[in-house]
């Protein structure tokens, strides 16, 4: 017994012995060890992959309750941002904003922590100068569009600029708000620091930040904060976090930005390194297929793509679910929820004919031309008949065929069955009700054929149908069929891309009167010409402002655009959006589409509270700060 006994005392003893030195060797806890991370270059690549992972990009993965929604369980229903704006509704949802969305916080400041524990670190890396230079700016990169991720949603926000070290005093970590302009300058001096360190490319090829993905971001961000400025007293906000100047800007400030937005935006335009993808088409046939491709595979397009989001491989965080949630329902190939993404009315109707350029032409329906009559299927009114339902869509902009699936219309060599009813031959209508009837020994079906699998519109099963009249195209692959299961679509997504560049030096322009007015007409100009206009508009706020909606459509930025020059209000009080029905006419010989408005069957008028602005600084009980107007 005794020599158990004594055999575990020594044990014990070296136990302790060797703990003792353990914990006399270990480094602090509470910082990166360089020598561990980065002694050769694959650290940093893993590092510097982990925080791309995290940056607040809205691409495929972005949804109305947060980004990377294409982990675990990703099932939000495919409730979009880009549904709480004019450009489209949820095919089955009707609610609009809540409180707890487009938020950010907490992942924002993991990020941040993170990116400081680098910075911190990069002087102890055994690199070449060059090489830290070049750390250091992807580090500056990625913090700089983590605080625009912030700063666009909640104002003024705590910086931390370097790593903060825990003491056992939580208190000591806790920083206050900074003032919306301290905060937009603070971002937008680290994104000068790293386009003026960052290379204009990687030799590898690799997806990271670039001189010019900073300077495109720079105009992003710089533009944003000049609208808040120039439009904030269109939508003045009160109380202790507006008096201190957490949330808004000063008119006298815009120019500034503005100027920026110009600066970084000639730089990317005189450089030579990008341009338009297929700048040239020969007619709008062939220029909707190079926009289309364009989304399809962003790859194809080098000049233009500035700032890529790889999906390369099918899974969980690696692939996305644009392709189940939004393809049209007769494709859905056995995935229960499909065809969630309906464009409104309204929205298609902002794509110009190319025979009345620079104007918005509503589609003529009525033979007595009235277009804003959106109470349905009215008897007394003689509706212009079409026998084919694509007609009404032709001549219109190339960018609308490239985005939006038209009824009538062919995808994956398949005809989109859209129709909302009939009108049987004894004139009774049979609108968004499932009905058939003989004519003639022939069988005609309320939703243009006789099975759920054979349509894609208008039927309430499973929340699968258009109830706009249009479903969605871009960003979605036409050469493979859909895949019934999470995370299978490996398209990439343009983050910043040269047309947006384009548009934001054009914005710039008009709204300050610096810069160039002769070269941000042709930058729009050019847009519209690779989408086969022939014709050149002039350099109009409106003309600017419509180019954007168009070009830039389910790109997640008609929802800041709004945001941004405080125009949400205009847009939505009362607002309802409209729909589209293709009626199937059968008191004719032959039967006939009519085409009949109609407010979004089962939605309600949405409004638009001026809170909304900013969004709900989280937490505020635990961390003392100044909270946002009105919540």
């Known amino acids: 017994m005794n020599k158990i006994h004594y055999s575990i005392l020594i044990l014990l003893a070296l136990l302790i012995h060797t703990s003792c030195n353990n914990v006399l060797d270990k480094e602090p806890l509470d910082r990166i060890q360089g020598e561990q991370l980065f002694s050769d270059p694959e650290g940093v690549r893993l590092y510097m992959a982990n925080l791309y992972s995290q940056l607040p990009v809205e691409d495929f993965a972005y949804f ?41 916080w907490e992942p924002a400041y993991r990020l941040i922590r993170d990116v400081n524990q680098l910075i911190a670190i990069i002087p102890e890396i055994d690199v070449t100068e060059s090489d830290r230079n070049q750390i250091l700016g992807e580090a500056l990169f990625i913090r700089g569009y983590a605080y625009f991720g912030l700063v666009k949603r909640y104002g003024g926000v705590p910086l931390l600029d370097e790593a903060q070290a825990y003491s056992g005093d939580i208190e000591s970590l806790k920083v206050p708000r900074s003032t919306e302009k301290e905060t937009w300058d603070f971002l ?39 609208s808040i400025a120039k439009f904030s007293d ?28 110009i600066e970084s935006a000639e730089e990317i335009m005189n450089s030579g390194a990008f341009g338009l993808y297929q700048p040239n088409p020969a007619n709008p046939e062939e ?19 500035i700032f890529i989001k790889g999906y390369a491989i099918p899974g969980n965080d690696r692939g996305h679910n644009y392709d189940i949630w939004f393809g049209p329902a007769q494709l859905a190939n056995g995935w ?47 509706y212009i008949k079409f026998n084919d339902p694509a007609v009404l869509f032709a001549n219109r902009d190339a960018r609308l065929h490239a985005t939006v699936i038209v009824p009538g219309s062919t995808w994956k060599d398949r005809e989109i069955v859209i129709q909302a009813g009939f009108i049987k031959p004894d004139g009774a209508p049979v609108i968004r009700t499932k009905d058939q009837v003989e004519v003639d020994g022939k069988m005609f079906y309320s939703y243009g054929a006789e099975n759920v699998s054979q349509y894609s519109g208008f039927d309430t099963y499973g929340g699968n149908n258009t109830r706009t009249g249009f479903s969605f195209k871009k960003f979605l692959n036409e050469d493979k069929a859909v895949v019934p299961g999470w995370n299978q679509s490996t398209s990439d997504f343009m983050d910043m891309r040269y047309a947006e560049v384009l548009l934001n030096y054009a914005e710039a322009v008009v709204e300050s009167g610096l810069g160039d007015p002769a070269l941000a007409e042709k930058a729009i100009n050019d847009i519209r010409k690779r989408a086969a206009h022939t014709v050149e508009v002039t350099l109009t706020q409106e003309n600017v402002m419509r180019e954007r909606i168009v070009e830039l459509a389910f790109e997640n930025k008609r929802y800041w655009d709004l945001i941004r020059r405080r125009e949400y209000e205009e847009e939505f009080t009362n607002r309802r959006r409209h729909s589209l029905f293709p009626i199937l006419d059968l008191r004719e010989a032959d039967p006939v589409y009519i085409f009949v408005r109609e407010n979004v069957p089962s939605m309600e008028a949405q409004n638009f509270q001026p809170k909304f602005y900013y969004r709900p600084i989280p937490g505020i009980g635990g961390n003392g700060l100044t909270q946002n107007p009105s919540y």
């Not at 960052?198 to 944003?224: D, F, M, N, V, Y």
């Not at 939508?235 to 507006?242: I, K, T």
């Open 336 to 382: 229960p929820h499909p065809g969630r993404m309906n464009p409104t009315l309204d929205f298609v109707e902002l794509y110009e004919t190319y025979d009345n350029p620079g104007e918005i032409t509503p589609f003529e329906t009525r033979l007595d031309g009235i277009v804003t009559d959106y109470n349905g299927f009215n008897p007394s009114v003689s």
């Open 188 to 226: 937008l001096n680290d994104l000068q620091m790293a386009s003026s360190t960052l290379p204009g490319q990687w030799s590898g090829g690799e997806r990271r930040a670039t001189k010019w993905a900073a300077l495109a971001l720079i105009s992003r961000a710089s533009l944003h904060a000049a």
């Open 64 to 104: 109305r309750n947060g980004f990377n929604i294409n982990g675990g369980d990703p099932n939000n229903g495919g409730f979009a941002v880009t549904m709480l704006t004019d450009e489209a509704v949820h095919s089955e949802f009707g609610d609009f904003f809540r409180d707890e969305d487009i938020a950010w």
């Open 234 to 261: 269109k939508a003045p906000l009160s109380g202790n976090a507006a008096d201190a100047g957490l949330v808004g800007l000063n008119t006298a400030d815009a120019n500034a930005y503005y100027e920026q937005v």
């Open 287 to 305: 220029a909707a297929g190079n926009i289309q491709g364009m989304f399809q595979n962003p790859n194809v397009a080098s000049t233009e793509a």
